[in-house]
């Protein structure tokens, strides 16, 4: 064994004692199970170090005793018809269902059905993905204020915040650009649930692979990568005994959340890589993780069906809302309905509590439901809510591109010394950022690069 161990974090362990296999990979999430699968295919003996107590990662879904709609966490929608996504949800037989794309908006006493698409469309359309000098989305509104009008610059700011759980005055202009050009070869006009549950896609990559039971080591926390022509060695905690332990493997590909990535080395599951490449520290400072707040309610009855006489699938509100954006569970019909914020306004509520949040949302339906407080609540059955930005191992929703970052982004598509590979929803350049289609596509893209490289290191 040659590596160069003698850093004060690492914890030396002969080579003897370290658990070998030709790839390793850090997080079980869908990029990490995505790639395991592809090099598993090949013969390859994988290993994956997962931190959680479970597997699937920022998909979460639970099930509710009093519904057979599974309630999701984090994922639920397929957007479009990505040709990754799709070819595991046919190979594992699985059905989705398109969702209602009927909208209703608020303005503070009324409900209307206006449509804005075309309006927010029009503002995207002129995004400069070929910029020489990047602006943040904030910027760009300011400099097309005279040919928009104010109603399609704030709608076309609040889809932004929201779709992307992203602050607009730091978000890059030419990463929102290239990411648009790229979903213009995606059918987005449809978007998609599965049936069963996002957990299924899950289900279905563990179960490709021969020996799941000895591939997927749950409660291991990464928390030192070391890497030379020998091979790379991995440090990790071991959750229940809080012991460390070695890896030792040919190629490893890391799929970590870029929030724990860019992590303090105080935080809980921090890495560190060992030594570290040049460009590394550059590249996360380009990419930001996201924060989305979620809540799903279950209520005795679906009393919001009455503020229209068309079926409901949206409902907005206006930036100022502290829920701007809620979706009902249609064209299935059960009492649920969730409510989102992402960007700016999901950021203003990260140090509230569970508690705090939930009320927040729920005097706003009581609001723009017209009805009392205390009847809404008598009329609540369960919420699900899970905190993502508190969360040790994601440290947030989903990545965007920050302003003048997305050039040195891409340093996540290369391999370092093709010994280390990222893989993950924050290293894609394309629409799929931040999405569970890109996860997967990075995981394959990586595996890919993996067994290009592989046999002349054997
Ligand atoms: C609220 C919310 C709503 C979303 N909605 C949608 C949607 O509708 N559609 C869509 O396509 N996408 C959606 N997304 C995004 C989607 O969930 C993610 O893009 C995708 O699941 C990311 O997969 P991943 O494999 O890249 O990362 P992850 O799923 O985060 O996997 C990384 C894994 O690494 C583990 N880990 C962390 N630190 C360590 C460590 N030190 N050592 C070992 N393991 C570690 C984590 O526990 C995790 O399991 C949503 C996300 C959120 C949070």
């Not at 701007?324 to 299935?332: D, E, F």
């Not at 205390?374 to 302003?403: A, C, R």
């Amino acid at each position: 064994m040659s590596l160069d161990l003698n850093t004060e974090n690492s914890q030396r362990t002969d080579g003897a004692s370290a658990r070998n296999c030709d790839v390793l990979i850090l997080g079980a999430g869908a990029a990490g199970l995505a790639s395991a699968e592809k090099l598993a295919q090949k013969g390859l003996n994988v290993l994956i170090l997962e931190a959680r107590n479970r597997t699937g990662g920022r998909i979460f879904t639970m099930r509710d005793p009093t519904s057979s709609l599974p309630i999701e966490l984090g994922a639920e929608f397929i957007h479009g018809s990505p040709k990754e996504t799709f070819a595991v949800v046919g190979a594992a037989g699985l059905s989705v269902y398109d969702i209602l794309d009927s909208h209703q908006y608020y303005d503070g006493k009324h409900w209307t059905e206006e449509e804005f698409w075309d309006e927010v469309n029009d503002v995207f359309d002129k995004l400069e993905p070929d910029r020489e000098e990047d602006r943040s989305f904030d910027e760009f509104l300011n400099d097309h204020k005279n040919q928009f009008s104010p109603k399609a610059l704030e709608l076309a700011k609040a889809f932004a915040e929201g779709f992307h759980a992203a602050r607009s005055e730091d978000l890059s202009e030419k990463g929102l650009a290239i990411s648009e050009q790229a979903s213009e070869n995606v059918d987005i006009s449809q978007t998609f649930r599965i049936f069963d549950g996002y957990d299924a896609v899950i289900t279905r990559f563990i179960r490709s692979l021969p020996h799941p039971e000895d591939t997927i080591l749950l409660n291991r926390t990464a928390k030192l990568v070391q890497y030379d022509r020998g091979g790379v060695r991995v440090n990790a905690r071991n959750e229940l005994t809080g012991g460390t332990e070695a890896f030792h493997a040919q190629r490893l590909i890391i799929t970590l959340p870029i929030g724990v990535l860019k992590a303090p080395a105080t935080a809980h599951a921090s890495l560190r890589i060992h030594p570290e490449p040049e460009e590394y520290r550059t590249a996360l400072q380009s990419l930001e993780m996201g924060v989305a707040i979620r809540i799903v309610f279950r209520f005795r009855e679906a009393f919001w069906e009455t503020l229209s006489d068309e079926p409901i699938g949206y409902l907005h509100l206006g930036p100022e809302a502290d829920f701007p954006t809620w979706w009902t569970a249609l064209p299935v019909r059960t009492p649920q309905i969730t409510a989102w914020v992402g960007g700016t306004g999901a950021e203003k509520m990260k140090t509230l509590s569970k508690e705090e949040r939930i009320q927040k949302a729920l005097s706003q339906l009581a609001k723009m439901t017209h009805r009392d407080p205390k009847w809404v609540e008598s009329q609540l059955l369960t919420v699900y809510h899970h905190d993502w930005h508190n969360d040790p191992f994601s440290l947030g929703s989903y990545s965007y591109v920050l302003k003048g970052g997305a050039d040195t982004a891409r340093f996540f598509e290369r391999s370092i010394e093709n010994r280390i590979y990222f893989a993950g929803e924050a290293t894609m350049m394309t629409a799929e950022r931040g999405t569970v289609d890109g996860a997967i596509t990075s995981g394959h893209r990586a595996a890919g690069e993996v067994l290009k490289n592989f046999d002349s290191y054997r």
